[in-house]
């Protein structure tokens, strides 16, 4: 059973920063490649971040240049440092482990990112 587990999320005033992390447990043997997603009440789940193992990461524009995604030597654990946050930021915040070639992925449960004015 694969299983993803977020940490790190609260409630920060804007401008402040918060750093998320997702353990992934479970019979997964290769990791080539994670992701954060987002989802706020009323809309759609979005593609925050992704990294793959040999490092390439992308980032949605709503993010600008204040999030960055890494991985651990390991291959196991995705972080996402998120700086210079904004109210529009608030959102449950959930970690993806891709499963290639079948168009779905492992979730996490969700950690709740409240950013208050």
């Known amino acids: 059973q694969v299983q993803l587990v977020e940490s790190g999320g609260g409630l920060v005033q804007a401008g402040g920063s918060l750093r998320l992390s997702c353990v992934v447990s479970?019979?997964?043997?290769?990791?080539?490649?994670m992701a954060w997603y987002r989802q706020a009440p009323g809309r759609q789940r979005e593609l925050v971040a992704a990294v793959t193992s040999a490092g390439t990461t992308n980032y949605a524009n709503s993010v600008g240049g204040r999030f960055a995604i890494s991985m651990d030597n390991a291959k196991n654990t995705v972080a996402l440092q998120m700086n210079s946050l904004k109210p529009d930021d608030t959102a449950v915040y959930y970690c993806?482990?891709?499963?290639?070639?079948?168009?779905?992925?492992?979730w996490g449960q969700g950690t709740q990112v409240t950013v208050s004015s």
């Open positions: 993806n482990l891709p499963i290639p070639r079948t168009g779905g992925g492992y």
């Open positions: 479970g019979s997964i043997f290769s990791i080539n490649a």
